[in-house]
C-alpha cells in the first residue's frame, strides 16, 4: 500500500514537473532555420542579420591557431572590451554550413566565449557582436590541415 502511494506521488510530480517544462524546451527550440542551413556564407549572414549594417572593429579578439591539424575540433576564444554585449556569433566562411554558432549573454555577463569548433577548410573564422544595438565584425584567416566536417 505504501509502495503504490509513492509510486502514485512520484509519477505526479513527475508528471506536473515536465509539463511545466515542456515551453521553456519549445521556446529554446525557435531558431533561425534558414541561416544555420544556408550552403554560403553571404547567404548566412544575410538570413542571421537581415538589412543590418555590420562595422569592421579591433575591440574584439579571436583567439584561434594559426594553423590546424584537424579540423574537427578547432578551440576558438573571443573576447571583446565593446560594452553591453548582448550576443556573440561565429561564422566560418568556408564550411559547408557557415553559420557556426550563437551565444545570447545575459546583461550581466562579460563579452568572452570559448568553445570548439569544426572548420572544413582554410577560411575566415568571423565574429560578429551584437552591442549597444549595433553589430561589429572581425575576422581571422586559419589554415586547416585535415577536414574536420566530412
Known amino acids: ?89 561565429i561564422f566560418a566562411d568556408k564550411n559547408p554550413n557557415p553559420l557556426i554558432a550563437n551565444f545570447d549573454l545575459s546583461p550581466n555577463c562579460i563579452g568572452f566565449v570559448s568553445t570548439r569548433i569544426k572548420v572544413s577548410k582554410p577560411s575566415n573564422i568571423i565574429v560578429v557582436i551584437d552591442s549597444n544595438e549595433m553589430l561589429y565584425m572581425t575576422k581571422k584567416f586559419i589554415i586547416v590541415h585535415e577536414n574536420g566536417c566530412g
Open 1 to 89: 500500500m505504501l509502495r503504490r502511494k509513492f509510486l502514485k506521488i512520484l509519477t505526479s510530480t513527475v508528471a506536473i514537473c515536465a509539463s511545466g517544462l515542456v515551453t521553456p524546451i519549445k521556446a529554446f527550440a525557435e531558431w533561425n532555420q534558414a541561416a544555420f542551413s544556408a550552403k554560403d556564407f553571404n547567404t548566412a549572414i544575410n538570413a542571421y542579420f537581415p538589412k543590418q549594417k555590420i562595422y569592421e572593429s579591433n575591440q574584439i579578439k579571436i583567439e584561434v591557431y594559426d594553423e590546424v591539424e584537424n579540423g574537427a575540433v578547432v578551440p576558438v576564444k573571443v573576447e571583446t572590451s565593446l560594452q553591453n554585449v548582448k550576443a556573440i556569433t
